[in-house]
């Protein structure tokens, strides 16, 4: 009877309450579904718009019949209640604002939400890919590689923290499991979609209600997701030079292998890392190969990151490019280094080639004639005679212009000799 009193003066307060609306907003939230016997939390948190209106005193009022309420908590702008509950629905829980103190003023906002309860286990199953070093989870997979299927239980009140539990995984090809830990691991081979069906049960000992006896109690849970095998991504190539410079366009070939769409994702920075977060060039393809260009404006050293994900699997890949300056190629620098110092091996070879040639040329041959004495002598005197009589001048200044030859060749590496006449 109380209770519907108070529905009734929250319904002529609510008629009441539009002007007061407009200056505040209430969220409210709880954490369900919930197994029965276990316990929720209901949490209520109050905005105000106009800060000029704040005050220090509100009271949250409370309506969540038929459940038993555990525990309940105030602050200024918040409130939380614990309530549980012996039968499985949907069960409405609202909430309203008004002055501490005041139960027949207008309420300051209001708001209601929907918790519910259910006589089995509550959790969810999450299928994660295990790929190299890379995890993706979602619900596919790709063929040939190893599948990580999990149960994830949700008990925020601690309920079954005494339980044990049996976990009976069928993969919807005829191959079933039974394990006491929470997941699995799954060898996907075949393409295709398929459900995968898990049961749990839970049991533990409790005392009873009626004769104070320890009873076992024990709850169950069926679950079911969606797998779906696809063909992940096996390998990303780069196609393109390496070297650039500044104000020209390079261009880029991605060649993938991997089943379309795929969800690509490049950058180019000064040093390789890793594209965790969506702060890339984002694209979306249905083919196998993709082409991008880049022009740099200053030169430097530089790294193409590049993300490719096929919703079961992603993969990384890394590309360095050097931007030279303006100018001289890096290959033609190179062939002028390569002409210049064969030049100058060059110079240094024939300059020494040629003092070897200027020091054998120095070397002094004596012709020594042993023919017979009178052929030699009546030549001798023929030719000195000869001299004597018709070029006596001849000869002297012959022998002068030999003598100064031969000084000019000994001049620069032997030192002057003073020749004397007897």
Not at 303 to 331: D, F, N
Request: charged content about 15%; proline content about 4%; hydrophobic content about 35%.
């Amino acid at each position: 009877m109380l209770r519907l009193v108070c529905l009734v003066l929250l319904l002529l307060l609510q008629s009441r309450s539009a002007p007061a609306a407009e200056e505040y907003s209430l969220e409210i939230t709880n954490n369900g579904p919930i197994t029965t016997g276990a316990q929720a939390t209901i949490y209520a948190s109050l905005g105000v718009k106009n800060k000029s209106v704040t005050s220090n005193f509100y009271q949250f009022s409370w309506i969540y019949a038929p459940l038993i309420l555990i525990e309940k908590s105030e602050q200024q702008f918040n409130s939380m209640i614990n309530v549980t509950g012996e039968f499985p629905g949907t069960f409405p829980i609202s909430v309203w604002v008004t002055h501490r103190n005041c139960w027949l003023c207008r309420p300051l906002a209001r708001n209601e939400t929907k918790l519910q309860l259910t006589e089995f286990i509550t959790g969810n199953l999450t299928i994660a890919q295990i790929e190299d070093r890379f995890i993706t989870r979602g619900s596919s997979s790709s063929m040939g590689t190893m599948t990580r299927i999990s149960f994830c239980l949700h008990d925020p009140s601690h309920y079954f923290k005494s339980a044990s539990f049996v976990y009976n995984w069928n993969f919807g090809d005829g191959v079933s499991q039974i394990t006491k830990e929470p997941y699995v691991y799954y060898n996907c081979s075949p393409m295709g979609n398929r459900t995968v069906h898990l049961k749990v049960v839970a049991e533990w000992e409790q005392v009873g209600s009626i004769a104070h006896e320890r009873e076992t109690v024990q709850k169950t849970g069926d679950f079911t997701t969606a797998l779906e095998l696809l063909d992940a991504v096996r390998g990303i190539n780069v196609v393109g030079s390496r070297e650039t410079h500044v104000m020209e366009n390079l261009s880029l070939s991605l060649h993938i292998n991997g089943t379309p769409p795929l969800a690509l994702c490049w950058l180019i920075k000064s040093e390789c890392i890793p594209l965790e977060s969506d702060k890339c060039h984002l694209v979306v393809i249905n083919g196998s190969c993709y082409n991008l260009s880049q022009t740099f404006s200053a030169a430097g050293q530089y790294c193409l990151s590049v993300r490719v994900e096929s919703g079961v699997s992603m993969l990384q890949t890394y590309h360095e490019i050097k931007v030279w300056p303006t100018g001289i190629h890096p290959a033609l620098f190179v062939l002028l280094c390569i002409t210049l110092v064969s030049a100058m091996l060059g110079l240094v070879l024939y300059t020494t080639f040629r003092s070897n040639t200027q020091q054998k040329d120095l070397v002094e041959v004596a012709d020594f004639d042993f023919s017979p004495l009178s052929d030699k002598n009546l030549s001798y005197h023929s030719e000195s005679r000869c001299s004597q009589i018709c070029c006596r001048s001849c000869c002297l200044w012959s022998s002068q212009e030999a003598a100064r030859e031969s000084h000019e060749l000994l001049h620069s590496f032997y030192k002057p000799v003073k020749t004397y006449t007897m």
